[in-house]
C-alpha cells in the first residue's frame, strides 16, 4: 500500500468517526427543541438515552465477530450505512414509540464503529504508530462533538429540526460510497473472505471472557465510559438549567468543551508515542497517562459550584480532555495486549460494557433530574471514575506487556 493510499484510508476512517459521533448527538443538542414539540420529561428522554445505550451495548456482542469475519474492507461501508439509514428515520418520527425504535436501530447499527475503526488502524498501521493513530482517530471524532452544537441549531432554525437527522444521514450513505471507491483493488491480507466456507471456524467470545485482559478492559470502559455517555447526552441540559444557555447559544461552549476531548486525545496519543520511542515500556506509558488523565477528571464537580459559564466551560473541556485522554491509551492497550484476530471481540466486549454503564447512566441521570436532585450527584461519580477504572486495570494488569508482533499486509491487486 503506498503512503497515499494509507493517508486516504486513514482520513476516511476519521471521517467516519466524526459521522458516528454527529449522528449521535443531534438528540442532545436539540433536546429542549424536540422536548417542547414532542412534549416529553427529562425522564422521556433519559429513556431515549437509556434505549440507545442498551440497543448499542448488546449490539457490540455480534459486531466484533462480525468485523473480524468481514475484515475491515467491507465492515466499514456496511456500518456506516446501516447508521446513516438510521439516522435518516429520525427525521420522519413523531411519537414516543417511533422515536425508541429509531434511537435503537441507531445505536445497535453505531455499535459497527468502534471495532472496524480499531481494527482498521490496528491494521495499516505499524505498532510504534498505533498511540498517535488512536490518538488522532479519538482527536478528530471530537471535531464531531465540536461542530454538531455550532451547526446543528443553525439548521434546525432553518429547515426544522427533522432536517439535521436526514442531512447526517445523508452524509453517511455518501461516504459508503467514497471508502468503496479507496478501496478498490485493495486485499488485506488478515481480512477473512467476505463469504467464509461454512466449515471455517467461528470467531467466538467464548475463549476471550476467560482472559483477565478482557475483563481488565471491559470494567474500566464501565467506569470511563458512563461518565463519557454523561456528559455527550446530559451537557447540554446542564448549561440550560445552571445558566440559562438554549439555541444556538449552547453552541460555543460545547464547541470549546469538546475542543478540549480532541486536544486530550492529541497529547495523550503524541505522548505516549514519544515515550514509547524513547524506550519507555508499555505498562508504564500507559499507566502515567491514565493516571495523569484521570486526574483531569477529578475537579468537574467544581462546575456546579462556579457564578458563569466560562469557568463551567474550562472545568468540563479538562474533564472531556482527561477521558480522551483515558480512552486513547485503552484502546492502544488493547492493541497492546492482544492478539490481531481478537482485537475486533475484545475491542466490541470492552465497547458492550462500556455502553451498558452509558445505559444506566443515561437512565439514572433522568430519574435523578426528575427528581430535583441535580448534577452533584452524577459529577461526584463522574469525578472519581477514572481513579477507579486506573486502580482495577492496575489490579488485573499489573504489567502490561505487548503480545507478540503483529505487522498488518495489505497488498494491492
Known amino acids: 500500500m503506498s503512503p497515499r493510499r494509507r493517508a486516504l484510508l486513514f482520513a476516511l476512517i476519521l471521517t467516519a468517526s466524526i459521522l458516528n459521533l454527529v449522528d449521535r448527538q443531534i438528540i442532545s443538542i436539540l433536546k429542549p427543541v424536540i422536548s417542547k414539540d414532542l412534549h416529553w420529561s427529562d425522564n422521556d428522554y433519559g429513556t431515549l438515552a437509556a434505549w440507545f445505550q442498551g440497543a448499542a451495548a448488546f449490539a457490540f456482542l455480534i459486531t466484533g465477530t462480525i468485523v473480524d469475519r468481514l475484515g475491515v474492507k467491507w465492515a466499514n461501508p456496511l456500518g456506516v450505512a446501516a447508521w446513516s439509514l438510521a439516522a435518516l428515520l429520525h427525521g420522519w418520527a413523531s411519537s414516543f414509540s417511533q422515536f425508541v425504535v429509531c434511537r435503537v436501530a441507531l445505536g445497535a447499527t453505531e455499535a459497527m464503529g468502534t471495532p472496524s475503526g480499531i481494527k482498521t488502524i490496528a491494521t495499516i498501521f505499524p505498532p510504534r504508530l498505533r498511540s498517535v493513530g488512536f490518538g488522532l482517530s479519538n482527536a478528530i471524532g471530537s471535531v464531531g462533538a465540536i461542530i454538531t452544537p455550532l451547526f446543528i441549531p443553525a ?201 451498558l454503564g452509558g445505559m444506566a447512566i443515561a437512565k439514572i441521570a433522568g430519574i435523578v433530574l426528575a427528581a430535583g436532585l441535580g448534577y452533584g450527584p452524577l459529577f461526584g461519580f463522574a469525578s472519581i471514575s477514572y481513579l477507579l477504572a486506573l486502580a482495577w486495570i492496575h489490579l488485573l494488569l499489573p504489567n502490561i506487556r505487548r503480545v507478540g508482533p503483529s505487522v498488518a499486509i495489505v497488498r494491492q491487486t
Request: charge should be positive; aromatic fraction near 10%; glycine fraction near 10%.
Open 155 to 355: 439548521i434546525a432554525v432553518a429547515w426544522g429540526w427533522r432536517a439535521a437527522f436526514i442531512l447526517a444521514g445523508v452524509a453517511g450513505l455518501v461516504w459508503a460510497g467514497a471508502w468503496l471507491a479507496a478501496t478498490r483493488g485493495l486485499n488485506f491480507d488478515q481480512a477473512p473472505a467476505v463469504a467464509p466456507s461454512p466449515d471455517a471456524p467461528v470467531a467466538t467470545y467464548g475463549p476471550i471472557l476467560t482472559e483477565r485482559r478482557t475483563w481488565a478492559i471491559a470494567v474500566a470502559k464501565i467506569l470511563s465510559d458512563a461518565t463519557w455517555w454523561l456528559m455527550l447526552f446530559w451537557m447540554p441540559d446542564f448549561f440550560n438549567r445552571q445558566f440559562g444557555l438554549s439555541g444556538t447559544a449552547l453552541g460555543p461552549p460545547l464547541a470549546i468543551a469538546y475542543t478540549g476531548a480532541a486536544i486530550g486525545s492529541l497529547v495523550a496519543g503524541a505522548v505516549s508515542s514519544s515515550l514509547l520511542g524513547r524506550g519507555w515500556s508499555e505498562n508504564r506509558v500507559r499507566k502515567i497517562i491514565m493516571l495523569a488523565s484521570a486526574l483531569c477528571v477529578l475537579p468537574v464537580s467544581l462546575a456546579l459550584h462556579v457564578g458563569a459559564y466560562l469557568p463551567a466551560v474550562a472545568l468540563l473541556a479538562l474533564a472531556l480532555a482527561g477521558h480522551q485522554g483515558f480512552s486513547t491509551s485503552l484502546f492502544a492497550l488493547i492493541a497492546d495486549v492482544t492478539p490481531h484476530e481478537k482485537v475486533g471481540r475484545v475491542t466490541s466486549f470492552g465497547s458492550f460494557c462500556g455502553n
